[in-house]
């Protein structure tokens, strides 16, 4: 199996029109892999799994969602790491940060920034009913503006915002992340088209590649990309 094929598999949710390449058998067996996958992952709290209802019933684009999977992943690193500070940058309904705030040490904080102001009010219920509700911090705005003002470091940054900005946040966040700290970056395998960016040369596909690029040759951090459904990208400061 090519790695195309291995990424499409762990991904079968993203059918894009590359996959079209792909024949029926293949996408069954995709699905059937990530399904028995997420099947034998530790459940979902009933918490998130209203998050992810409601994501589906009240919002536009409920596949921005970091779902049971990668949640279940994230959330393992965060308990393994026990940090005293997270960042995520891109909140939208809420799944991922009360993922990683299964981690949070006693006295840990996250800060969760979101631009869409609309989704404010679902967002603080949502916290609202946690028992992380002391340890998040919910800002609205742009995270590229409001990242340099926060005054503190990081032991993990969640970037799961605007992928045209991918490089941009690099720069900025690697300086807020403490040695050991990881970066971990959504979404660097855009539906896998970041394999062939002569014929996807848009903005969003071109940039992820960069961003992949420029995270393997800086010799500040060691990484892993994981192809985990859209491609997660592991980074951390030396
Ligand atoms: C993929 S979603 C985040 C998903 C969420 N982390 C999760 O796992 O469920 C991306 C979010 O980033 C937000 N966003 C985009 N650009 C942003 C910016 N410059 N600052 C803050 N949030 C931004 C979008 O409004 C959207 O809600």
Redesign the pocket.
Known sequence: MNYYVFYCLINGIYLSKFIVKLNKMDIDFFNAIHEYSQKYTMDPSQELNHIERETHLKTLAPR???GPLQGQFIRLLSQIMQPDSIL??????G??TLCLAEGLSPQGKIIT????DE?ENMLLNHFEKSKFKEQIELIIG???EIIPTLDMMFDIIYL???KK?YLKYYDLILEQLKPNGIIIADNVLWSGKVLDTIQNNDEHTVTLHEFNEKVYQDERVDNILLPLRDGLHIIRKK
Not at 88 to 93: D, H, K, L, S, Y
Not at 113 to 116: G, K, Y
């Open positions: 921005m969602v970091s995520e940058i891109g909140t939208f309904t799944y991922a920034i979101e631009s869409n989704l742009n995270a590229l799961d915002a605007g900005d």
